[in-house]
């Protein structure tokens, strides 16, 4: 088998198809939680605060001189990556913990009995024309 064969095989396969979608769709779900958290979570967190903004706390460690770009610790912005990751991870908790609730209930659910194969109805067949003679 060649190489090009073999990786369409496996590029084409079930598994990587599903993960590459769950990879496009996390990327646009990180963008939406980053504007949820910086457009919508940190202004009035900021504002409570006394009108500051997050992503502007830094502390400086060097300053700008002509020769170097300043030297700072962008701690504000960690911050809002901080709590990025935790609203996406609680979004995530809740989406599986929904997902296991709705696997319990279906494997909970009563299923029917499997048909009999065509053997054991042949075989009851025979029976009963035995038992009628």
């Known amino acids: 088998m060649s190489m090009v064969q073999e990786f369409k095989q496996f590029a084409l396969r079930g598994n990587v198809v599903d993960m590459a979608v769950g990879i496009i769709i996390g990327g646009a779900f990180g963008k939406i939680v980053s504007s949820l958290v910086n457009d919508v979570i940190m202004p009035p967190i900021g504002l409570l605060l006394g009108g500051v903004d997050f992503a502007d706390f830094a502390i400086t460690l060097r300053e700008k001189t002509a020769e170097a770009e300043a030297v700072a610790l962008r701690w504000g912005a960690f911050v809002n990556s901080v709590i990025d990751f ?3 991870a609680a979004a995530i908790f809740a989406m599986v913990k929904l997902m ?34």
């Open 86 to 88: 935790l609203v996406v």
């Open 100 to 133: 296991n609730a709705a696997r319990k209930k279906q494997e909970e659910a009563p299923k029917a009995p499997p048909a009999p194969s065509r053997e054991v109805v042949l075989l009851g067949e025979i029976r009963d024309a035995l038992r009628s003679r």
